[in-house]
């Protein structure tokens, strides 16, 4: 129905993003893909359409497509903490563990109270090797995140850091 209403009306923008928000949905990113890039075209200004595409771009593994467009949106000043958390899970594919390193450590600043950020910038030292830096990572987080789940979240991580390392105590 959506996209007989797209060919009926194929600037209404509306229709677009609610086909995109569908194949999101079904998972099928490649389909949503056309659909996001005529949104975020038409919205030049849009944050959330950029960064829509953006993502649809990283989940078809077009990584260096989505870093420019969550770079861009990092240069025009947009502070959001995703941003950084998708260049960051980029760099982690690319396994280069530094800068993925920056990137979390970025996404702690923008969000301290995030569960993901302190997680991944966890995991990320783990994977440089500094394991005492991912327990004391995991250890700040947990003095920083709100709420319920998100603390779970990251003492869970810690109990598994610690197992990782033998320490079972």
């Given at each position: ?21 569908l194949y999101a949905r079904m998972d ?142």
């Amino acid at each position: 129905v959506l996209e007989n209403a797209i060919h009926i009306s194929p600037e209404y923008i509306p229709f677009r993003q609610a086909i995109i928000n569908l194949y999101a949905r079904m998972d099928s990113a490649s389909r949503a893909l056309p659909h996001a890039r005529f949104v975020a075209e038409r919205l030049p200004n849009d944050g959330f359409a950029a960064r829509r595409l953006g993502i649809l771009y990283f989940s078809l593994d077009s990584l260096d497509i989505a870093d420019s467009i969550f770079n861009a949106r990092i240069k025009a000043g947009e502070g959001v903490p995703l941003n950084h958390y998708y260049l960051g899970r980029a760099e982690l594919r690319r396994k280069n563990w530094k800068k993925a390193a920056e990137l979390f450590e970025r996404m702690t600043q923008l969000s301290d109270t995030s569960s993901t950020a302190w997680i991944n910038l966890s995991a990320t030292y783990r994977q440089m090797g500094e394991n005492d830096r991912a327990i004391e990572t995991l250890r700040r987080g947990t003095q920083r995140v709100q709420g319920e789940t998100a603390a779970l979240e990251v003492y869970y991580a810690l109990g598994a850091a610690y197992e990782q390392m033998g320490k079972i105590d």
